[in-house]
């Protein structure tokens, strides 16, 4: 009897034993598949959704997530939109743990240097947040790693107004906004 009892015990600590052992390796893959998770994922989570952002000039933008691409993610914040780099994100509050993959790994026509392009065709006019101020004007044009703003200049004479040409190279680009 008192066998019984004690192979009844040692039954019950293994089975103890491989029951945190699972625990453990649930834990460990949980862990390890996190760290697979990227934060467009999590930011495209979030597409419709309120965000708090704290950027890297330190402004904070509250705003709805409307499109997350690999390098920037587009936020309207009442009337106006945003193109955020994501290397300007400094932090944000209120994304989920929610993370949503691709529809498809094909992003072509998705870098930040398209985006920039496409508002420099429709020649739309900008305000341009650096790491050391803000440029208004229209993107003239858009390099690999950089871009040029036509800021009006209004000291050309009545009725003349000829622009004048800045480039900021993208790895100091905030925000570029509606105006």
Same mark, same amino acid.
């Given at each position: 009897?008192?066998?019984?009892?004690?192979?009844?015990?040692?039954?019950?600590?293994?089975?103890?034993?491989?029951?945190?052992?699972?625990?453990?390796?649930? &834990?460990?893959?949980?862990?390890?598949?996190?760290?697979?998770?990227?934060?467009?994922? %999590?930011?495209? &989570?979030?597409?419709? =959704?309120?965000?708090?952002?704290? @950027? !890297?000039?330190?402004?904070?933008?509250? &705003?709805?997530?409307?499109? +997350?691409?690999?390098?920037?993610?587009?936020?309207?914040?009442? #009337?106006?939109?945003?193109?955020?780099?994501?290397?300007? /994100?400094?932090?944000?509050? =209120?994304?989920?743990?929610? !993370?949503?993959? $691709?529809? #498809?790994? +094909?992003?072509?026509?998705?870098?930040?240097?398209?985006?920039? %392009?496409?508002?420099?065709?429709?020649?739309?006019?900008?305000?341009?947040?650096?790491?050391?101020?803000?440029?208004?004007?229209? /993107? &003239?044009?858009? =390099?690999?790693? *950089? @871009?040029? /703003?036509?800021? $009006? %200049? *209004?000291?050309?004479? $009545? =009725?003349?107004?000829?622009? #004048?040409?800045? /480039? +900021?190279?993208?790895?100091?680009?905030?925000? +570029?906004?509606?105006?």
């Amino acid at each position: 009897m008192r066998w019984d009892l004690l192979f009844a015990d040692l039954a019950a600590q293994l089975d103890a034993a491989e029951v945190a052992d699972g625990m453990q390796a649930v &834990a460990e893959l949980t862990r390890a598949e996190q760290a697979t998770i990227l934060l467009t994922d %999590r930011l495209r &989570a979030a597409v419709g =959704g309120p965000l708090d952002l704290h @950027l !890297a000039d330190g402004h904070r933008l509250a &705003a709805e997530v409307r499109d +997350v691409a690999p390098e920037w993610v587009l936020l309207a914040e009442r #009337s106006r939109q945003h193109v955020v780099p994501l290397t300007a /994100i400094a932090s944000i509050s =209120g994304l989920t743990r929610n !993370a949503l993959t $691709p529809a #498809s790994h +094909v992003e072509v026509g998705r870098s930040l240097g398209a985006v920039l %392009r496409a508002l420099m065709r429709d020649r739309a006019p900008v305000r341009v947040r650096t790491t050391s101020g803000q440029l208004d004007g229209r /993107i &003239a044009r858009v =390099g690999r790693d *950089h @871009l040029d /703003i036509e800021e $009006p %200049r *209004h000291d050309q004479g $009545p =009725g003349r107004t000829a622009g #004048s040409g800045r /480039i +900021v190279p993208f790895s100091a680009l905030v925000c +570029v906004s509606e105006t």
